[in-house]
């Protein structure tokens, strides 16, 4: 019965491309468009995931982590006062303007902390020493900045708020989801680029708990005593600033009509392709039954044909995402794609060449033994 399947398939091989074709096309897209959507929201919370804090304080219902307000920074002694923190320090977050040699302005989120090591911010460093930022007008880009404010060497000098600040270091593979750059500063410097805004406020509270400590009970104590702002454990900020982004841009529903779409097309160009096979072989299907077989032994031949196809097609379709990956990294894009991912969509590439392949069945089911001694 595999040799029937195979030599039904391939018997036209341009028919056998145009099917393998069109499940390729959906498993690449399938693929690369969850592998984008996966990508932004990983840069929507990839901070507060490398980051090592286990509680975030934030201030009232704030939406995601680009997007915070401020509050009094002397919050951060009553929370270290709570038992069973370890540790606690405040975190500024903040659009920061800054001016272009071309004389354009542009705005870069800043990440500002008195002592970065400590929280494991920034993860990734190129060139350059944390310990630098301490000394003052220092900063480190994201090497992603230059395709947004051009190139730039550790040593440069460029303007916040007509401060001339120096390079000093180099990170990478920090990345937000508005696409927005991000820079690394001392805590101070960043209060005393935007006065008005920051001094004497923080944006968020890092926590660490000591250990051996209940996060739920250190939690409940921390709003009691902060009862005008939020606290979150690291998954549930992660899992918050995620769903703004989903939510309020309408990106979970633009990927969903996108990969409809895709299996669409390509349940409708197996579908044909199989059908007009199938129906092209009619008195091959009715010598089977000749033969002494049934309508299980015929149907075993089209789902063989449907499993070949979505086997080969999803090769293919998976080959070609691999190789549009770091075509998209070079693109400034993050891919992501879960070895699961791939599994699943294995299976959903068998499961739509079956689907396609039923439109066949009710017409073999009719055929006649006796189809094969007709001229």
């Known amino acids: 019965m595999v040799d029937v399947a195979l030599k039904i398939l391939l018997h036209d091989k341009l028919r056998f491309f145009i099917t393998v074709s069109g499940v390729a096309f959906a498993v690449t897209l399938v693929l690369v468009q969850v592998g984008l959507f996966l990508g932004l929201l990983d840069n929507a919370s990839v901070t507060i995931e490398k980051c090592n804090a286990d509680l975030w304080v934030t201030s009232r219902n704030t939406a995601n982590i680009d997007y915070g307000q401020s509050f009094p920074a002397n919050y951060v002694q009553r929370v270290r006062s709570v038992p069973g923190v370890e540790r606690a320090d405040n975190l500024i ?5 800054l001016n272009l040699s071309s004389g354009a302005t542009e705005f870069v989120i800043a990440y500002a902390l008195e002592d970065f ?38 040593g440069d000098y460029r303007e916040f708020y007509d401060r001339r600040m120096k390079i000093v270091g180099e990170t990478e593979d920090v990345l937000s989801f508005t696409t927005t750059p991000v820079c690394f500063m001392d805590y101070h410097v960043a209060q005393s680029l935007d006065p008005l805004s920051l001094q ?26 902060l009862p005008h702002n939020d606290v979150h454990t690291r998954a549930e ?10 939510k309020t841009t309408g990106l979970g529903l633009n990927m969903f009509v996108t990969v409809f779409l895709g ?7 197996v579908a044909q392709t199989l059908y007009t096979s199938t129906m092209e072989h009619f008195k091959e299907f009715a010598m089977v039954k000749a033969m002494g077989g049934g309508n299980a032994d015929v149907y075993y031949i089209l789902i063989k044909q449907a499993l070949i196809a979505g086997l080969v097609g999803f090769a293919l379709g998976a080959f070609q995402a691999a190789v549009a990956r770091p075509i998209v990294w070079r693109l400034g894009l993050k891919m992501i ?8 969509v294995l299976g959903g590439s068998i499961v ?4 396609a392949s039923l439109i066949s069945y009710r017409r073999i089911a009719k055929a006649e033994p006796g189809l094969v001694f007709r001229t």
């Open 352 to 355: 739509m060449c079956l689907a």
């Open 263 to 269: 299996c669409l097309v390509g349940i409708v160009v």
């Open 200 to 225: 004497d406020r923080t944006v968020y509270i890092l926590v660490k708990l000591a250990e051996g400590a209940d996060p739920s009970l250190v939690r409940k104590e921390i709003q009691r005593r």
């Open 237 to 246: 900020w992660s899992r918050l600033s995620k769903d703004y982004w989903i």
């Open 337 to 344: 794609v879960p070895d699961g991912f791939f599994l699943l």
């Open 93 to 97: 977050i903040w659009f920061v303007r």
């Open 117 to 154: 090591g400590r929280w494991n911010l920034p993860w990734s460093i190129r060139n350059g020493q944390l310990d630098d930022l301490r000394r003052g007008n220092y900063v480190f880009f994201d090497e992603s900045a230059r395709k947004r404010y051009g190139d730039f060497t550790v």
